[in-house]
């Protein structure tokens, strides 16, 4: 279910998580990114889904040469690195994970650093 963390929400005293890992469907409930920033003044990680919600992409895309499962997991186990990365640098530049991984995303398309799933 997306688009369910309101700036409401997120500021409620109520709302106890400690972490909203996005595994699809993005949980804020519009672009603006400062429902992040509240849940970040919180000291609640917020990881979006399209950082660490890619593990049905890299099967579709792996199937495109013939699947094979160990090639797919190594490919997955990358994201685990790529987040851990993304969270460094949101805090290293005072920001919110969701802006760091819009920079880190914006920095890998622009340098062509997209996955190549080669045999």
Not at 83 to 105: I, K, N, S, Y
């Amino acid at each position: 279910l997306g688009g369910v963390l309101t700036h409401d929400l997120a500021r409620d005293r109520g709302f106890t998580a400690e972490i909203v890992c996005g595994g699809a469907n993005n949980q804020l409930a519009d672009s603006d990114p400062s429902i992040a920033a509240d849940l970040d003044d919180r000291g609640v990680l917020y990881a979006p889904d399209y950082l660490v919600n890619c593990g049905g992409v890299v099967q579709v895309a792996d199937e495109l040469l013939g699947f094979d499962l160990d090639r797919a997991r190594a490919r997955v186990a990358g994201v685990f690195d790529t987040t851990r990365t993304v969270l460094d640098r949101a805090a290293q530049a005072q920001t919110t994970p969701l802006a760091a991984a819009a920079a880190e995303a914006r920095e890998r398309i622009a340098a062509g650093n997209r996955p190549r799933f080669a045999t």
